[in-house]
């Protein structure tokens, strides 16, 4: 039996053992780096949106606006675990006691949502140890996860704003809203009960506000307030609540991962093109580089959010979809997990894999059990080391980064 759920961790979680059944000359995983969304949250303000987008008091949460919640917490707390299988079988952790202070890094933003994540992901990854976790004062802004507000990266306001358009398309927001409009529709009718004047998100026309040297662009309008609904409603669905109080009870689990394509499209339109992504990452992209080098830690673990994710999914350009989700949304508590690996010779590689739990697994709070969470190594246009589709050297997955 133990042999059993040994072998189904390893196929779940890709070991090396099972990947090195493969090539006479197998790849052998040195290094990782994890960018990580935070856990669960309720929305970040209280009311949750403007008062006209629905007559309807949203429920109530166990915490403040913005921070983790124990549910959230939990599920965290099961990732770290399933991580802690992974990458003993790696070699990345001892496969008893401790690591060495140096072997692994752990860095989060100041939010509180951002250093709970990091804490109770580090908590069950090795439990027993005491891993440092590297953040500022609570909110007290980090410009390593705000390089563009903080000067460190300034925007080309020009290149941002064409990048923005040519997300946008032919026909601009004009025409991204009348394609979207059978699902405003179906939000509105989550929202206000039925469709009516003055309620929910699609009577305002989707704009943009343009990009500034210290400032991103931002959406304005419907597709913006869409963006906000349709997370706050998949985050209720995320944190286990009942079908009652999600939408109030007017909207399906299909309607959750419908409606999150929403917030996929405003990460598609304003976090992935090259020429914002790059400037936003670019403090985190040094904390990147130091985890795929020889020197740094084996282990590098960023408790960030999800622009971060999209941000380094759009500098990558790859894709994936969680099941529960839309394409491409982040979920919370997932990860992009850059492996860094090496052949006989000594040649280095980058590999991008996506992890995170699905929408039932979060919503179910159970032990994830011998299959883990979901996990799929991902394909990267433009490489293809070895003959592998997706597999960089490591020369061109830096590169990528900028």
């Not at 053992?17 to 990782?32: E, F, K, N, S």
């Not at 124990?70 to 079988?89: C, E, I, K, N, T």
């Not at 040094?286 to 408790?303: E, F, H, N, W, Y």
């Not at 989700?325 to 894999?353: M, Q, S």
């Amino acid at each position: 039996m133990k042999l059993r759920i040994a072998l189904g961790l390893a196929l779940a979680m890709g070991s090396p053992a099972i990947a090195g059944t493969r090539p006479a000359d197998p790849l052998v995983v040195d290094r990782v780096v994890v960018l990580m969304r935070h856990g669960v949250r309720p929305p970040t303000k209280a009311p949750a949106m403007p008062a006209e987008v629905t007559p309807d008091r949203w429920p109530d949460w166990p915490v403040r606006p913005g921070w983790l919640t124990p549910h959230g917490a939990a599920a965290v707390a099961r990732l770290g675990s399933a991580d802690g299988v992974a990458w003993r079988q790696y070699g990345l952790l001892p496969a008893k006691g401790c690591p060495v202070p140096a072997a692994i890094r752990i860095v989060a933003d100041s939010d509180q949502r951002t250093i709970a994540t990091a804490k109770a992901w580090a908590a069950t990854l090795v439990p027993g140890c005491t891993l440092a976790i590297d953040h500022r004062p609570q909110d007290e802004p980090d410009p390593r996860f705000s390089a563009i507000e903080s000067g460190k990266a300034p925007l080309d306001p020009a290149r941002a704003d064409a990048a923005v358009a040519a997300e946008v398309g032919p026909g601009g927001f004009a025409a991204l809203d009348a394609r979207y409009r059978p699902l405003l529709t179906r939000l509105d009718t989550i929202l206000c009960g039925t469709p009516r004047p003055g309620c929910g998100v699609s009577a305002t026309p989707t704009g943009v506000a343009p990009a500034r040297a210290d400032k991103r662009p931002k959406l304005t309008g419907a597709l913006d307030r869409a963006s906000t609904a349709a997370q706050i409603l998949l985050l209720e669905a995320a944190e286990g609540k009942p079908m009652a109080e999600i939408g109030w009870g007017r909207a399906t689990l299909a309607d959750v991962t419908a409606l999150g394509e929403f917030h996929a499209l405003e990460f598609r339109i304003l976090a992935r093109p090259r020429d914002i992504a790059a400037a936003n990452f670019a403090g985190l992209a040094d904390i990147v580089r130091a985890g795929l080098a020889d020197t740094g830690p084996r282990i590098t673990m960023i408790s960030g959010h999800d622009t971060n994710i999209a941000n380094l999914g759009g500098l990558f350009a790859v894709h994936w979809q969680v099941p529960g989700f839309a394409a491409d949304d982040p979920v919370p508590g997932g990860a992009l997990i850059l492996e860094r690996l090496h052949d006989k010779a000594g040649t280095r590689y980058v590999r991008i894999r996506y992890r995170a739990q699905t929408l039932e697994q979060l919503r179910s709070a159970r032990p994830l059990g011998i299959h883990g969470p979901h996990d799929r190594i991902l394909s990267i246009p433009g490489c293809n080391a070895r003959g592998q589709a997706g597999l960089c050297t490591l020369d061109a997955a830096l590169a990528k980064l900028g």
